[in-house]
């Protein structure tokens, strides 16, 4: 089983940045592809961003294409995502998610990941 803890969530005004990171433990001798999702109060969760094992492929939500930059360090088992010119819509539990797939394809649906993280809080003011 892989362990997933986020943090770097926060309060920052509209325009800002923050960068999220997502910290892998347990069964990390295979570095998992990896995904971040956000829920807003009231809305289902949605996909953002993903990146897969090796880290050559990424893939994105139009949303936020272009602003968030999803990135990974196998060495140190952690996923970053670096969100840019934050709007207030942006604002949700952003949560962190694994896959072990032993390939580089990109999971981009909640259903292929089967661990994660307990989520950490993104709120930007106007």
């Known amino acids: 089983q892989v362990q997933l803890v986020e943090s770097g969530g926060g309060l920052v005004q509209a325009g800002g940045s923050l960068r999220l990171s997502c910290a892998a433990s347990g069964r990390t001798f295979s570095s998992p592809a990896m995904g971040w999702f956000r829920q807003a109060p009231g809305k289902e969760r949605e996909f953002v961003a993903a990146i897969s094992e090796s880290g050559g492929y990424t893939y994105y939500a139009d949303s936020v294409k272009g602003r968030f930059t999803i990135s990974r360090d196998n060495a140190k088992n952690t996923a970053y995502l670096q969100m840019n010119s934050l709007k207030p819509e942006d604002s949700a539990v952003y949560y962190c998610?694994?896959?072990?797939?032993?390939?580089?394809?990109?999971?981009?649906?909640?259903?292929?990941?089967?661990?994660w993280g307990q989520g950490t809080q993104v709120t930007v003011s106007s």
């Open positions: 998610a694994a896959a072990i797939l032993y390939s580089d394809y990109v999971p981009r649906t909640q259903r292929e990941y089967p661990a």
